[in-house]
């Protein structure tokens, strides 16, 4: 049997540390917007690369996101971790550096954001952004597999 049960605050953050892909959730006239990214975790903040489009269309009108992570290996088996927060474009040069150094790291290449260009009636430039997540809250959730108690077996009475 498993059950599933809180993380404490230390261990989310642990595996925000650990983990580099999440789905991102933004909200655009409370209609919900939802992405995969990769992202990097200094301890506190979270920083996303993304192109321009539509998370950061609206991002710059609502800021408030929501990010989850996870780490499955089976149904039974699973740590995922909730980030609730604000994001915001990074224009200052000097952070955008560091930012993206850490990025790198886990995405050298930046895919998805750095891919083909999308070619339809319109061709859509790679303009890079790039943005810092103030989590306001992070909290997380794993399964737990508890040992089940052996059933007691009756002797049978000899009479």
Known sequence: MIEIEEMRASEAREVLGQLDYAHLAVAEDNIPYVVPVHYAFDGDDLFIYTT???KADIIRVNPE???????????ENWRSVMVSGTAEQITD????Q???D?????NPRLTPAIS???IDSWVRENIEVIYRITPRSITGR????RSQPTP????PKVA
């Open 102 to 106: 850490l990025l790198l790291k886990i």
């Open 152 to 155: 007691m077996m009756s002797t």
């Open 93 to 96: 040069e000097d952070s955008k």
């Open 65 to 75: 996101i929501c990010l989850q992570a996870e780490e499955v290996e089976d149904n």
């Open 142 to 145: 794993r399964t737990v597999k």
């Open 116 to 118: 083909i260009r999308w």
């Open 52 to 54: 321009e489009g539509k």
């Open 98 to 100: 560091k930012a993206l």
